[in-house]
């Protein structure tokens, strides 16, 4: 497996995340997190501020890179010669969902997905979450690597303040 | 991706094995299709029959070995120093069970799991599903590559004469 | 719809298995419940037996019929002329074995399945828990049809005496 | 089976919902493919657009007619005097929510539902993922009948040039 | 269980929820429904008239209290020194949610989540189709109790008439 | 809740079994663990090891007592006086087997059955898994309590030895 994309959205990234970056990061030459530009969905951080802490979070794994992308996952693939997609397994609701992606994405242009079982210590991490307990005054310590928590508090006092 | 190991019975192995192995050899500079050898398990082929099999239908796949073992895959896997399994997943059935094995693995030895969604036309196969089928006169053909085809019906019309 | 199936091992029949034949006897202009000989497998009753119930339960039900058969289920319904066989569904895990099945037998002949909801009363219901609870003189009226029950009582009372 | 029900969006019709169509006129006398009018929802093509899109689609099959409908299923069958739904089922996640109705329309007017298990070739295949893919300049040639690709591309680039 | 909590939207409450009030009262000594209050959400009835509902539907079961409730539900279980929730679980697709939410509520405080299996007769309702179906003039007599069937007519009467 | 029955075979009992135990006695105020003694499935351990095993393994947890029961467990509960089955859920394949029981359980003779979400980490741990891995020389420490640990290890010598 010579180069390897993690495509998502990343607001902010997790330490669910960063498990899957560090596995693939042992199974491929390299890796590929990239950032899906999604225009009409709305987010917390800015592509650029996900892309930030995105390159400080993977500082220590030398060969995992921070991209970004827009349109299709496999168009961007394809562009920078990617030949496989991995992507964590939480649970049997992902897996449904995730199967039929990567099915059609095979079938557009035989783009390979692989899944790996996350550690079931963060099994039941997700961004959304992350954000909904922050925003509420909880307590996300240890879910979000230590420079996401920082600017997700900063984030979150100053969308208050605003 | 170095050496991934794909384990399994293949008693005998299907058209759906072979579209795993053909995908993991795309991945990963050499796979091991390794048999798994059960004593309390009575299986149709001997071992000796599914290695055989197995080395002509992967023979195409310069990267893809033929191997057997027993005991622990865990203990397998470090021993041919092989850092990755790789598994087709057909159905959500399947993924459960799978996902407990994977972390498991991952526990006892850092042993890392991959999932590849197989191809959907073979969603449905089983090797056990194709000896029921074979054992009353259906119609397989297609369903297994043609070697193993031919030795599945002198084998079931073997076990009939006896 | 012509001609449907409904197969099974009906060891024995239970209320949910009656609710699937009424409810396909309404769609279809002839029903066929079709009891699966099975000379590997255990059962209670003998598959004579099994029939004599079935008829009796059947009885109002002017376009229901009771046959048996051995082999594959396809050839079976090419024999009869059915063209679809109808299974009742109640739960995910049924599903998921039900669909391979399904997709197995529109493969080997173009044989369509229909799945239909059960009626959610009898969704925790089955052959083998009504025998268990019935063994250890649990309660099951009202699981199983009248004349089922009683034959179901005789059957255990016969069996712990012998 | 005398009439059947086919309900849905079919913003725009697939190739899978071209199979379930098929399937369901080989066991219904007559098939009403049933366009349900929401206007809460936005869609790509109007009712009228799909309307005609569906008729040629369905052109071939003799026993098919095409229709649209809105407010509740069960009136809608009961005005027709239609006594099942057909629905094709994909995947477990469908599954779930489609026993829910099917149960709640089952309990408000003994309309009945049955389940067809899809082509697996089709099973990754939802309207809403042809759109997206289309949308980018991605190839859903094979995923929906010809007229519909044609008048898809025409949809989609007109959106772009408004 | 000292004091449990079911927390939920109840918008309205269903025959569902009811059932699991009573049974979470043979449970804990206590039980408080807590009203989740959700601006960003739009509901058909306001939080009062959920309230005044519930006061009334659950006047039969003297240990079960009314309340609602902003922000993080750990934080509110805390402030009634609450150490259960109580949850009724119809499906799969229930499940896979509420294990994440209940295994991240036990890492932040923990907090314990109890499953009870819902009675299988109420497995497919939810206030949502309720209203759905309400609203297009079906019947929900015995879907949800007799005083919540009033003010649901009055309430939608109302809406059109607006 | 006054006396709950947390059910099962503990051949041997593991942390994940521990995890449960110790969350029900949070729950309830007495919580019985009661071996299932079923002559027709083998067993490593006989049950009156298991018991031995389980009251050093609960001795830290006074309200948690050990006994053994044969039959339905419905009977068992109303003999003991308990009200609620305290059970913990791993996945969703689980799930729909246990809700098949909760629901015939209570219909038999409304006896209540809780779910636990257990503890992520144990969520790939069963019985079965730890025996076969602790038979080929994997390391289980850590999966059960350290008592267990010690007698599997000497159980499974004396077995190859014997």
Same mark, same amino acid.
Request: glycine share 6%; aromatic share 8%.
């Given at each position: 497996?010579?180069?390897?994309?993690?495509?998502?959205?990343?607001?902010?990234?997790?330490?669910?995340?960063?498990?899957?970056?560090?596995?693939?990061?042992?199974?491929?030459?390299?890796?590929?997190?990239?950032?899906?530009?999604?225009?009409?969905?709305?987010?917390?951080?800015?592509?650029?501020?996900?892309?930030?802490?995105?390159?400080?979070?993977?500082?220590?794994?030398?060969?995992?890179?921070?991209?970004?992308?827009? #349109? %299709?996952?496999? &168009?961007?693939?394809? *562009? =920078?010669?990617?030949?496989? $997609?991995?992507?964590?397994? !939480? +649970?049997?609701?992902?897996?449904?969902?995730?199967?039929?992606?990567?099915?059609?994405?095979?079938?557009?242009?035989?783009?390979?997905?692989?899944?790996?079982?996350?550690?079931?210590?963060?099994?039941?991490?997700?961004?959304?979450?992350?954000?909904?307990?922050?925003?509420?005054?909880?307590?996300?310590? #240890? %879910?979000?690597? &230590?420079?996401?928590? *920082? =600017?997700?508090?900063?984030? $979150?006092?100053?969308?208050? !303040? +605003?």
């Amino acid at each position: 497996m010579r180069r390897a994309i993690c495509p998502g959205s990343f607001d902010p990234c997790t330490n669910g995340h960063l498990d899957v970056f560090s596995r693939a990061a042992e199974m491929a030459d390299e890796v590929i997190v990239a950032v899906l530009i999604n225009k009409t969905k709305s987010s917390l951080f800015t592509v650029a501020e996900r892309i930030e802490m995105l390159q400080e979070v993977v500082a220590p794994l030398p060969n995992v890179k921070i991209d970004s992308f827009h #349109g %299709l996952l496999v &168009d961007y693939c394809r *562009e =920078r010669q990617a030949q496989v $997609i991995v992507k964590g397994l !939480r +649970a049997v609701s992902d897996f449904d969902y995730e199967l039929q992606m990567a099915q059609m994405n095979y079938r557009l242009s035989r783009l390979e997905t692989v899944f790996i079982s996350t550690n079931p210590l963060y099994g039941y991490l997700s961004s959304s979450l992350v954000k909904e307990i922050a925003t509420y005054g909880g307590d996300v310590a #240890g %879910l979000v690597p &230590d420079l996401v928590l *920082e =600017r997700l508090l900063e984030k $979150i006092s100053g969308t208050i !303040r +605003a």
